[in-house]
């Protein structure tokens, strides 16, 4: 499968070739979704904590006698029914995150770029570098791409301070790098905007 390389003023520079181990293979959709879940639960804290009725301040005594006054009986004040008493079945610390086998990361990395691959959303760009960081310049690279009102995603080799200060206040536009690109990202955006350096290193980290 190939792709058009573009320059950054938009002008044609011939085709990039896509490897078939990232690009070619099935969308398993539930392998996306386990992907998916993993990576919002390795965003989640886990640090949200309620007191139970052992932990909030109180207890000790009967509030009152169990028989002969007309209410009804209660053993403590700390009791979920109580105003101020403790949290029944309350959240507690714990850890989100989910394991999914390397292979398993592997594959539904591939489905995602095949399923971008496979809508004709995959643009590669020959170089993108800029003297100083300008957003107008990086609109106006999207604008000559086509890609200024699309939801995209920019994937580069490596971490070009001008590029990505150049980046970060578009609205419609992010950027992660080669190495750590993630399924969800993918999902999230309408077109993947790669440079040719970052698509060689895709083709070496997980063609493997």
């Not at 959709?29 to 965003?43: I, T, Y």
């Not at 989640?44 to 000790?60: D, F, I, N, P, Y």
């Not at 403790?86 to 995150?97: I, Q, S, T």
Request: glycine fraction near 10%; proline fraction near 6%.
């Amino acid at each position: 499968m190939n792709a058009k390389i573009f320059g950054m003023d938009g002008s044609a520079k011939g085709e990039a070739s896509l490897p078939d181990e990232l690009f070619a293979q099935p969308v398993h959709e539930h392998l996306l979704w386990l992907s998916v879940k993993r990576h919002l639960g390795d965003q989640r804290q886990g640090t949200a904590k309620v007191k139970t009725r052992g932990e909030v301040s109180g207890g000790g005594r009967k509030p009152w006698r169990q028989k002969g006054t007309g209410r009804a009986r209660s053993g403590s004040n700390t009791s979920p029914l109580w105003p101020g008493g403790g949290r029944a079945f309350g959240p507690k610390p714990r850890d989100h995150r989910t394991e999914l086998p390397r292979k398993q990361r592997r594959a539904a990395l591939a489905a995602a770029l095949s399923q971008k691959a496979g809508e004709n959303a995959v643009t590669v760009v020959d170089s993108l570098s800029f003297a100083a960081p300008k957003t107008r310049e990086m609109a106006e690279v999207l604008k000559h791409l086509g890609l200024e009102a699309k939801r995209t995603l920019l994937v580069l080799g490596e971490a070009d301070p001008n590029v990505v200060r150049s980046c970060r206040n578009l609205r419609n536009l992010k950027t992660t790098l080669a190495s750590q690109i993630n399924p969800y990202e993918l999902l999230q955006s309408e077109a993947l905007l790669v440079t040719a350096p970052a698509l060689a290193l895709m083709k070496e980290i997980f063609s493997r």
